[in-house]
T-cell receptor
Framework: QKEVEQDPGPLSVPEGAIVSLNCTYSNSAFQYFMWYRQYSRKGPELLMYTYSSGNKEDGRFTAQVDKSSKYISLFIRDSQPSDSATYLCAMRQGRNEKLTFGTGTRLTIIP | ETGVTQTPRHLVMGMTNKKSLKCEQHLGHNAMYWYKQSAKKPLELMFVYNFKEQTENNSVPSRFSPECPNSSHLFLHLHTLQPEDSALYLC??????????????FGPGTRLLVL
């Protein structure tokens, strides 16, 4: 079993829709959770960063962590074509420990 | 230049060639990383350097040889690679040791093709 599972997609949704991206994980020691966005021919850039369980909102983006279910989500409201990218979830146990990544979900927003 | 830069952006090499990838970070960070990104696979951490000292080598074959001459520069020396080594090689940096400062910032990557 992989430590982090993420549906690779591809996922296509119409512009303006709410997008839900998810990851599950098996290691209950993970405490720090991140979402990275990676545009084609670019490196990943940090989008959201959360510690432990709960929600965090930043503009159109909301990150949710449910440690009891070992499940994290990223919601994108009012999706735009510029949101088309690959979204990678990542997590770590301690603050300075190595990151474990999901495979990434390729998202396309259709105008 | 800002952020993390990588050169070259694209590289094609034969299995007997020797080449080097270069990474430079302009963020004042003290930790640098090499990752390998292959299609449909998670990012694989290869090497970690903290304050120029290698702190992690994730069972990477010896045909990959990292070098960190100072906290701003990181190299990956490549020798007698295999076709399965074709991938996107990403460099990242972070400020280890500070609360919230451990976020990793990635460069654009070098797309490597081994023939």
């Amino acid at each position: 079993q992989k430590e982090v599972e993420q549906d690779p997609g591809p996922l296509s949704v119409p512009e303006g829709a709410i997008v839900s991206l998810n990851c599950t994980y098996s290691n209950s020691a993970f405490q720090y959770f991140m979402w990275y966005r990676q545009y084609s021919r670019k490196g990943p850039e940090l989008l959201m960063y959360t510690y432990s369980s709960g929600n965090k909102e930043d503009g159109r983006f909301t990150a949710q962590v449910d440690k009891s279910s070992k499940y994290i989500s990223l919601f994108i409201r009012d999706s735009q074509p510029s949101d088309s990218a690959t979204y990678l979830c990542a997590m770590r146990q301690g603050r300075n420990e190595k990151l474990t990544f999901g495979t990434g979900t390729r998202l396309t927003i259709i105008p | 230049e800002t952020g993390v830069t990588q050169t070259p952006r694209h590289l094609v090499m034969g299995m007997t060639n020797k080449k080097s990838l270069k990474c430079e970070q302009h963020l004042g960070h003290n930790a640098m990383y090499w990752y390998k990104q292959s299609a449909k696979k998670p990012l694989e951490l290869m090497f970690v350097y903290n304050f120029k000292e290698q702190t992690e080598n994730n069972s990477v074959p010896s045909r990959f040889s990292p070098e960190c001459p100072n906290s701003s520069h990181l190299f990956l020396h490549l020798h007698t690679l295999q076709p399965e080594d074709s991938a996107l090689y990403l460099c990242a940096s972070s400020q280890a040791g500070l609360a919230g400062g451990e976020t990793q910032y990635f460069g654009p990557g070098t797309r490597l093709l081994v023939l």
